[in-house]
């Protein structure tokens, strides 16, 4: 099985118009499929890439052009201002959970296959699933699932954690599931799962508080006419990321000067998501609630 199939493989690489002697960006390395297409299209030109979690690191491409960084994409411009690669003319993030990390029982991503509570993506950083379930204030954990999971009953599904827990730890996928099920409305438990894994995931890895990071270094390290491309997979994601495109803030709000010209650093490429076709999401099941976002910088 392959460590991880590339979402939106020819979309990313053409969105990112690369020129041959160019210098690259790669903030999610993983298996290396979208690094590969990269490196193909350059000549003298450079890839950097990034991935935090240590079991990406063998999938390396044997090629001098390419830097990998075992860190997280919110260091972006500091490892690029020291490695002396700045400024930068293209960057690529994946923001996907890899198959590698679901098809692995271990690391918890799964909420089919997964053994333990864990859902780090640097397996280096001490806290875990299990420590927000089974640690975390009831407000504290309420939050996370309502804002990060939009779990509309948060609090019910809080209340029945907190009694399981009281009793004994939560330390396996199986036994949460057991606890939180009944939480779930009838007939979209798969569903209702997944969003409780996602807020978890979100919390546990700071996922939003790195993407914000990682969006504000972009226009610092990007040339004029440099391109960043986004892939993201749900709704809060995607509106950080349409916002910044958007305004250069999060909210999405325009500022405009005296003359009432917006103040933006960035130029939107595709006005709408770029999605999956069908053919894709029948070959990669995965792809499915893919969405992509090309701008250039101005």
Same mark, same amino acid.
């Given at each position: 099985? *392959? !460590? ?8 990313? %690489?053409?969105?990112?118009?690369? /020129? ?5 960006? =790669? ?13 193909? /299209? ?8 990034? =991935?935090?979690?240590? @079991? ?18 919110? !260091?972006?411009?500091?490892?690029? #201002? ?6 930068? @003319?293209?960057?690529?993030? @994946? ?6 990390? &679901? =098809? ?5 991503? #799964? ?24 640690? !975390?204030?009831?407000?504290?954990? *309420? ?7 939009? &779990? +509309? ?19 396996? &996928? ?11 409305? +009838?007939?979209?438990?798969? +569903? ?23 969006? #504000? ?14 892939? *993201?997979?749900? $709704? ?10 958007? $305004? ?12 009432? /010209?917006?103040?933006? =650093? ?7 998501? %770029? ?5 894709? &999401? ?6 499915? #609630?893919? +969405? ?7």
């Amino acid at each position: 099985m *392959s !460590y991880h199939t590339p979402v939106l493989l020819k979309e990313s %690489i053409d969105g990112l118009s690369i /020129k041959p002697d160019g210098r690259y960006v =790669d903030l999610t390395y993983g298996g290396g499929g979208h690094s590969r297409e990269i490196l193909n /299209k350059l000549k003298n030109g450079k890839l950097i890439a990034f =991935d935090q979690d240590q @079991d990406a690191l063998p999938n390396r491409i044997e090629d001098n052009r390419l830097l990998l960084l075992n860190h997280n994409f919110r !260091y972006l411009k500091n490892f690029l #201002s020291y490695y002396g690669e700045l400024p930068v @003319d293209g960057i690529l993030a @994946d923001l996907g959970v890899s198959s590698h990390q &679901i =098809d692995c029982p271990e690391r918890g991503f #799964s909420t089919r296959n997964g053994k333990y509570l864990d859902l780090r993506m640097n397996k280096e950083k001490e806290l875990t699933a299990q420590v927000v379930v089974n640690q !975390y204030p009831a407000d504290k954990l *309420s939050r996370i699932f309502s804002t990060y999971g939009e &779990i +509309k009953n948060a609090k019910a599904l809080t209340g029945v954690i907190v009694k399981e827990r009281n009793s004994r730890l939560i330390e396996t &996928i199986n036994h949460f599931k057991e606890v939180i099920i009944k939480c779930a409305p +009838k007939e979209k438990e798969n +569903k209702y799962l997944a969003r409780v894994f996602q807020a978890l995931r979100i919390e546990v890895n700071q996922e939003l508080a790195s993407l914000k990071e990682m969006l #504000s270094q972009t226009i610092q390290v990007l040339k004029p006419g440099g391109r960043i491309v986004i892939i *993201s997979y749900h $709704s809060l994601e995607d509106r950080l990321v349409k916002n910044f495109f958007r $305004s250069g803030n999060f909210e999405g709000v325009i500022e405009k000067d005296f003359f009432g /010209k917006a103040m933006v =650093d960035l130029r939107v490429i595709s006005k709408k998501p %770029i999605i999956p076709s069908k053919n894709e &999401i029948i070959d990669n099941p995965r792809a499915r #609630s893919a +969405k992509m976002r090309i701008a250039e910088k101005i």
